[in-house]
């Protein structure tokens, strides 16, 4: 196998793993709340690559009440390519309950998912450029929480929360303008259905392939015709595709309120490029729940 570096984000931390390591490692911890001292954090979800750095979303509350339950900002963070040196670059308020992160150049696209938007910031002048707003309502809607760009295309994936098939919106990013404050993904959107398919997260190229992940199904779908690819067990959430294989998150299948507790325990799993078998389990011990994934050879 050739090697390569897993980042991994969790409700607890930031990990890394690579080969011949006894345990993924903790690269940030999330900072706990002390009531009516410090809010702390809500986990880190997001993760991308940028300018040789590896970029974290933390979900925040910065100016919110003392016992919020869920995150209303985001603190970017940067590492380098090692795991080392965490430290914060930015803060971005009103980006509610973010999930899945993308970095295209200079632009970072933040699925706002408690505002059914998809917010454009750049990396370079920090500022937030634009809005993507998906439908008429600034309320969770469609539960957006995947985001990837490819070849000049931007992929929005819309959970719908179980009440119906899952979409993913195929933009152009020649078709958005990032010098209004506000675009329309409808307008100019394609979509496609997940037939079948509730709860997905990710959105994810694996060879020729468009894959997902479903979590409440705890298997690997191919998007498009609707096919499962492997059932890893569980709760799965995290997919990212390599030349060894296909790394998959998993986590305890538990309810809402008790996924990220600190006693939970996630794993990873590497997958042949084909799904045909499992080559690797890796635990993610008191790591809460699995959120995403970033491989760097």
Same mark, same amino acid.
């Given at each position: ?10 409700? !607890? ?19 706990? @709340? ?6 702390? &954090? ?21 100016? @919110?009440? !003392? ?6 900002? #985001? !603190? ?23 999930? !899945? ?17 998809? $917010? ?13 707003? #998906? &439908? ?5 809607? /469609? ?9 000049? $295309? ?11 098939? %899952? ?15 506000? /675009? ?8 496609? $259905? ?19 992940? %479903?979590?409440?199904?705890? %298997? ?5 015709? $609707? ?12 997919? %990212?595709?390599?030349?060894?294989? #296909? ?51």
């Amino acid at each position: 196998m050739k090697p390569e570096k897993i980042f991994i984000t969790t409700s !607890q931390g930031v990990y890394l793993y690579s080969d011949g390591m006894e345990a993924p490692q903790v690269c940030l911890k999330r900072e706990k @709340r002390i009531p009516f001292f410090k809010k702390g &954090g809500f986990g880190f979800f997001g993760i991308a690559s940028w300018n040789n750095q590896v970029i974290v979303a933390s979900r925040e509350n910065f100016s @919110r009440q !003392q016992f919020a339950k869920h995150s209303e900002d #985001v !603190q970017l963070y940067r590492f380098d390519n090692s795991g080392q040196n965490p430290r914060p670059i930015t803060k971005i308020q009103g980006v509610a309950d973010v999930h !899945q992160i993308a970095i295209d150049g200079d632009l970072c696209f933040l699925t706002d998912t408690g505002h059914n938007q998809v $917010t454009v910031y750049d990396m370079k002048t920090n500022k937030v450029l634009s809005q993507i707003e #998906v &439908g008429a309502e600034r309320e969770d809607v /469609n539960h957006i929480n995947a985001v990837t760009v490819d070849k000049g $295309t931007l992929y929005i994936g819309l959970n719908n929360r179980g009440k119906q098939d %899952a979409q993913v919106l195929s933009i152009s990013m020649s078709k958005l303008d990032f010098d209004k404050p506000m /675009n329309q993904a409808y307008a100019v959107a394609e979509i496609l $259905t997940l037939k079948e398919l509730m709860h997905t997260h990710d959105f994810e190229k694996v060879g020729d392939d468009w894959v997902v992940s %479903a979590s409440h199904q705890g %298997a690997v779908y191919r998007a498009q015709p $609707t096919e499962m690819l492997c059932e890893p067990g569980k709760w799965v959430r995290g997919i %990212a595709a390599s030349e060894n294989g #296909v790394w998959v998150g998993i986590s305890e299948l538990l309810d809402r309120k008790n996924r990220h507790r600190e006693d939970v325990d996630g794993a990873l799993a590497l997958w042949t490029s084909d799904f045909s078998s499992e080559l690797n389990r890796v635990a993610l011990q008191s790591a809460g729940q699995v959120n995403d994934l970033l491989i760097l050879s």
